[in-house]
């Protein structure tokens, strides 16, 4: 790290390239943030000792402790007690997500109808990029994950884990950075209701879902789109026809596993 430090206000609030009201805290939090970037650190590595980030950032110890907590938060530090303890770097994944947009809709009002639209209007385009982008490797996890599902349909936790990855897995063949945090996030405030289907729909959706691996295999994007789209209409229609109430409750920051 070089050059000057950045003082920032160690103040409740500042006024900062226009931004009025924000407080110190959070912007040394984006500040630490960007040291990270530009010193090229990656989870795992350690950042300043609280005596060098002080020094480093120019701020008072409240101030940083502060920003730091906010980090801890998000998930982009893990803070270690001991001896050489302090920030490691973590790295932020979907469950984040899901926490921050089940806070923001939970404010909002909104249910968990709203969910289920946004998956019908946003999984298919996530299936046809997995279609045109999914590499061997990408593929290859993906048919893992529908052999553990097959295997393990008459045990629900099982299943469940097989089949949680198969979906991560496949967000992740877009390579679309953005779509693999989003479309995880959005599962898990679902399966934060606590819905477990019966034996005969986990082997529905198990052939879904080799319908839809099928299309991304042959990097066929339409086919994938609509047996995509197939599927979260007809989930949709489930969780309105058969849980009417819990359908239409406000999602719940409470509900998520994840409480950051």
Do not use: C
């Amino acid at each position: 790290m070089t050059g000057p430090p950045r003082r920032l206000p160690d103040d409740t609030s500042a006024h900062t390239d226009g931004q009025l009201g924000t407080k110190a805290s959070l912007l040394l939090a984006r500040d630490i943030v960007q040291t990270m970037y530009d010193s090229g650190m990656q989870p795992g590595d350690r950042y300043l000792s609280e005596a060098e980030g002080i020094r480093r950032h120019g701020v008072g110890r409240g101030t940083y402790r502060e920003a730091l907590r906010f980090l801890e938060h998000h998930g982009v530090i893990v803070m270690r007690s001991g001896p050489g303890g302090g920030p490691e770097i973590s790295q932020p994944g979907a469950a984040h997500l899901a926490s921050t947009i089940a806070l923001l809709l939970q404010f909002a009002g909104a249910s968990l109808q709203t969910i289920l639209d946004a998956r019908v209007a946003l999984e298919p385009g996530m299936a046809e990029l997995a279609a045109m982008n999914a590499t061997p490797d990408d593929l290859k996890a993906m048919a893992a994950d529908l052999d553990a599902i097959a295997a393990d349909i008459g045990n629900y936790r099982a299943f469940s884990t097989a089949y949680l990855s198969y979906w991560r897995h496949l967000a992740g063949s877009t390579h679309n950075a953005l779509l693999a945090f989003l479309s995880p996030a959005l599962r898990a405030i679902v399966n934060s209701a606590g819905f477990v289907p019966n034996e005969p729909y986990r082997e529905e959706l198990l052939r879904r879902l080799r319908t839809i691996h099928d299309a991304v295999q042959r990097h066929d994007p339409a086919t994938a789109s609509t047996a995509m789209r197939e599927l979260e209409v007809e989930f949709r229609h489930r969780l309105t026809e058969g849980y009417p109430r819990q359908v239409a409750r406000t999602v719940s920051w409470s509900d998520l596993t994840y409480r950051g």
